[in-house]
């Protein structure tokens, strides 16, 4: 039990040590939403590799957190992707796709979003790893 805490500290660590970067990287603004002058958080986005890696984490304030729980319920927040999807960040591209995904059902304007989105393949299949 011990060296699966050790593991799971030490990747905390790491990813701690992703925050100045992340933070040049966002200009201190939610990677989504682009809030300013709240708590940001560290999200790695799935699937987790072994080891961290900075370019599959975004920097993210706590409402875009706890929306991912349950994109639907926010769907008016989640107008802020009409930006954070042209992201050259990778990691900011997926997630931002795979909730449009998830609300684009019952959002006219995700569903036309999603439309208009052309993704490198490699960030497709990233999306479908989910």
């Known amino acids: 039990m011990a060296k699966g805490l050790d593991r799971h500290r030490e990747r905390m660590d790491i990813l701690a040590s992703f925050g100045r970067n992340l933070a040049r990287r966002s200009g201190s603004r939610c990677e989504l939403c682009s809030s300013s002058g709240v708590p940001l958080h560290i999200y ?7 080891t961290p890696d900075m370019d599959r984490c975004i920097f993210i304030c706590t ?3 706890k929306g991912m729980e ?7 927040h989640w107008r802020c992707l009409n930006t954070a999807v042209w992201s050259e960040i990778p990691a ?3 997630i931002s796709v795979r909730i449009l995904r998830q609300i684009s059902p019952k959002s006219d304007w995700a ?3 999603l439309e208009e989105v052309y993704l490198d393949p490699e960030i497709e299949e990233w999306i479908d790893k989910q």
């Open 63 to 65: 409402t875009c957190e």
């Open 111 to 113: 569903r036309s979003l």
């Open 92 to 94: 900011l591209q997926v």
């Open 44 to 50: 790695e986005v799935s699937p987790v590799a072994d």
């Open 70 to 76: 349950n994109p639907p319920g926010m769907a008016d």
